[in-house]
T-cell receptor
Framework: AQTVTQSQPEMSVQEAETVTLSCTYD???????LFWYKQPPSRQMILVIR??????QNATENRFSVNFQKAAKSFSLKISDSQLGDAAMYFC?????????????FGKGTKLSVKP | NAGVTQTPKFQVLKTGQSMTLQCAQD?????MYWYRQDPGMGLRLIYY???????DKGEVPNGYNVSRLNKREFSLRLESAAPSQTSVYFC?????????????FGDGTRLSIL
């Protein structure tokens, strides 16, 4: 069974600086999908960024980028120019390819605080 | 677009009471999911429905039942609520046919069992 591990329960960053959240996963599959979700205090689950394992190029969405290391089974999220609105829980998630199940396997999350 | 709508947003029950959490999506998605989120944990899958007319157990199905009423609606029922079921419940949907499509989540239902 696949597992997702987020080793940093809490992180803190100064506004305008850069922070990296770590995620590792365990799988025997060669093709899969990885996601980062943001959960602010409002409780919504907001998709931040996604990565297909077959793509070597790291995904980027504005200030958010990932460092995907397939051999190391590592999928870290970098937030540049941090803003107060980035304060939230961040969850890393894994999904197997194909099929119709498509459920996500989540890590336990990292709570990010942004200091003004 | 409303996306994924969950009702109610908050509920308090007594042990042994029953209740149904409602979920509806307006994106014409095939697959729908119910997760629970407990403190210090990520979301865990309770049940899912790959398509209309089918349902399957996830990681933590005990104490729950589901109904895929039609393509839009997927309900979660607690027949006899227990304090261990105090949690935040999320419904999600996905198109289901294209593997790289992400799940879309509702805003969650905070359920407390006394």
């Amino acid at each position: 069974a696949q597992t997702v591990t987020q080793s940093q329960p809490e992180m803190s960053v100064q506004e305008a600086e850069t922070v990296t959240l770590s995620c590792t996963y365990d799988t025997s599959e060669s093709d899969y999908y990885l996601f980062w979700y943001k959960q602010p205090p409002s409780r919504q689950m907001i998709l931040v960024i996604r990565q297909e394992a077959y793509k070597q190029q790291n995904a980027t969405e504005n200030r958010f980028s990932v460092n995907f290391q397939k051999a190391a089974k590592s999928f870290s999220l970098k937030i540049s120019d941090s803003q107060l609105g980035d304060a939230a829980m961040y969850f890393c998630a894994y999904r197997s390819p194909g099929g119709s199940q498509g459920n996500l396997i989540f890590g336990k999350g990292t709570k990010l605080s942004v200091k003004p | 677009n409303a996306g994924v709508t969950q009702t109610p947003k908050f509920q308090v029950l007594k042990t042994g009471q029953s209740m149904t959490l409602q979920c509806a999506q307006d994106m014409n998605h095939n697959s729908m999911y119910w997760y629970r989120q407990d403190p210090g944990m990520g979301l865990r899958l309770i049940y899912y429905s790959a398509s209309e007319g089918t349902t399957d157990k996830g990681e933590v199905p005990n104490g729950y039942n589901v109904s895929r009423l039609n393509k839009r609606e997927f309900s979660l029922r607690l027949e006899s609520a227990a304090p261990s079921q105090t949690s935040v419940y999320f419904c999600a949907s996905r198109r289901g046919l294209i593997s790289n499509q992400p799940q879309h989540f509702g805003d969650g239902t905070r359920l407390s069992i006394l």
